[in-house]
């Protein structure tokens, strides 16, 4: 038996604390390159069990080599070399065999669209259709099983169930609720029709629905997926379904979110203004900044019967161009008396494209210091000096606020702390970027936190109730609402108003 052979031998066989040892020697053999055939495909294999995901190249290669050498088997392992490393490496797979598994369902890692089933023949590979159900089949299996079961796994606020619908189950279901949302308890039914590829819902349950036949077997038009939620009846989230194409992609990215699903025990909603009907008013500007070396658009709204020379409360606001929802919101609040009449003076942000996430570069610290805090100087200098001589914003701490959500609310937590001799309230929602040991937070003069988080959003969720625990931790001053809800715009601009209130009362109230 050759060395090599010795080795792979050894290894097959080896416990957990010895392979490490027996893959290093086999790496040091300078026959390795040199492999062929069957000892090749048996190197790849245990190459691929048994070492680190780092050596998957070399494993892809000698596998590579025994399926040109025509070595049954060889092919597959080389395609699923060839797809780990694709995903290791931040890009799609080619061939389909990463299947990874999210709430508990198994998905298909997002493919490149490269291979047909004709080159996945070659490689001993099923075809995608074949493949995805199987991961289907074994999906509907596993949310079966759930269903029947009462409650929801360990640790998860949601997950897939299937109680099996018919066709006609469900068109019934979709003629009653047109919007195509039902529930029973704590078990969500979404369904539509569509004649593309496939459909998931979005944003908050981005699980692939599941095509229904009809009595004789034949496709129809209808998808459908079921989800059990906690706390479903408290439960207030936007949702639209979105087309995929034949590799699992979203046509054209996220798509829009045009239905509202509200549990009977959520919060009601709360009265709106549309654009044409503001009661006050919201205008675009253009604003040369130094700090920033560029032009950058501010979104200002002014409350009804505002004056200059009176100074209002003023809440400075990340995301201006995306802030119309919340000034529906709360013109209707402060021309109902729900809230007092404050200016939101909103920059816009940063672009997030093929380029980059540079909204995160200006937005958060730690990325890119010179950027952060050039940006720091607009945000807390330039429009704040600007909104006071132009549109009389207060220059009273106690009645200015920052606001942001995601990484805006990242943004407004640092911010806040950084400079708490100019904000009284930091308005935080879904933060991503919980705190730090680093961060110096003295309770001593420190802004009122706002936080927000919902149960569905996962990481944000974790973040922002962490922010919450450190805040206590601190004896800061700090209010936490949770929410039955995912990273979704409806629960922002619904406690957004609740903030101010919270902040700076309404006219019936002393603040």
């Known amino acids: 038996m050759s060395a090599i052979g010795d080795l792979l031998t050894q290894l097959e066989s080896a416990d957990p604390d010895s392979a490490p040892f027996f893959v290093r020697q086999l790496l040091q053999e300078e026959g390795l390159a040199e492999l062929r055939g069957a000892e090749a495909l048996r190197a790849a294999r245990a190459l691929s069990i048994f070492a680190g995901p780092q050596?998957?190249?070399?494993?892809?290669e000698l596998a590579g080599r025994a399926h040109t050498a025509d070595v049954p088997g060889a092919g597959s392992l080389f395609a699923e070399c060839a797809d780990k490393v694709a995903l290791m490496t931040g890009r799609p797979q080619r061939f389909g065999t990463v299947v990874l598994e999210h709430q508990g369902d198994l998905v298909m890692a997002p493919l490149d669209g490269v291979a047909d089933d004709e080159?996945?023949?070659?490689?001993?590979?099923?075809?995608l259709d074949e493949m995805r159900q199987t991961v289907t089949g074994q999906n509907k299996l596993r949310a079966r099983e759930r269903y029947e079961t009462e409650g929801l796994p360990a640790g998860q606020r949601f997950c897939r169930i299937w109680s099996e619908p018919s066709a006609e189950e469900v068109r019934q279901g979709l003629e009653q609720f047109p919007n195509g949302a039902w529930s029973v308890g704590n078990d969500l039914t979404l369904a539509c029709r569509s004649d593309a590829a496939g459909i998931i819902p979005g944003p908050v349950f981005e699980l692939p629905m599941w095509n229904l036949e009809d009595e004789s077997g034949a496709q129809t038009d209808l998808w459908c997926v079921q989800i059990r939620?906690?706390?479903l009846d408290e439960a207030v989230f936007g949702y639209g379904f979105w087309s995929l194409d034949n590799n699992g992609m979203p046509i054209g990215g996220r798509g829009p979110v045009d239905n509202r699903y509200r549990g009977e025990l959520a919060p009601k909603e709360m009265p709106s203004n549309e654009d044409d009907a503001l009661d006050g008013l919201l205008s675009t500007h253009e604003f040369t900044s130094t700090a920033l070396r560029e032009n950058r658009r501010i979104k200002v709204y002014l409350p009804p019967d505002h004056q200059l020379h009176s100074q209002l409360p003023v809440v400075y606001s990340t995301d201006g161009n995306m802030i119309e929802p919340y000034i529906r919101r709360i013109d209707a609040a402060i021309s109902s008396g729900l809230i007092q009449p404050f200016l939101i003076v909103a920059p816009h942000a940063a672009p997030m494209d093929h380029t980059g996430n540079e909204r995160a570069l200006e937005y958060l610290?730690?990325?890119?210091?010179?950027?952060?805090?050039?940006?720091?100087?607009?945000?807390?200098?330039?429009?704040?000096?600007?909104?006071?001589n132009e549109f009389s914003a207060s220059t009273d701490r106690e009645f200015r606020a920052i606001f942001g959500c995601s990484d805006g609310a990242g943004h407004a937590l640092a911010t806040g702390s950084m400079h708490r001799n100019r904000y009284g309230h930091c308005i935080a929602y879904s933060t991503g970027m919980p705190p730090s040991e680093q961060m110096h937070w003295d309770p001593e003069g420190a802004p009122f936190v706002h936080l927000c988080a919902g149960t569905l959003e996962q990481g944000f969720h974790q973040a922002t109730e962490a922010w919450a625990a450190w805040l206590h931790f601190h004896s800061s001053p700090h209010h936490f609402t949770e929410r039955v809800c995912g990273h979704d715009l409806i629960q922002w601009i619904e406690e957004f108003p609740q903030a101010i209130a919270r902040a700076w009362g309404s006219p019936n109230t002393e603040n």
């Open 229 to 231: 939620v906690d706390r």
């Open 119 to 127: 080159m996945r023949k070659s490689f001993g590979l099923p075809s």
């Open 365 to 388: 610290p730690g990325f890119d210091d010179q950027r952060f805090d050039r940006h720091q100087r607009f945000f807390v200098d330039e429009i704040s000096q600007w909104a006071e």
């Open 55 to 60: 050596q998957l190249p070399i494993a892809g």
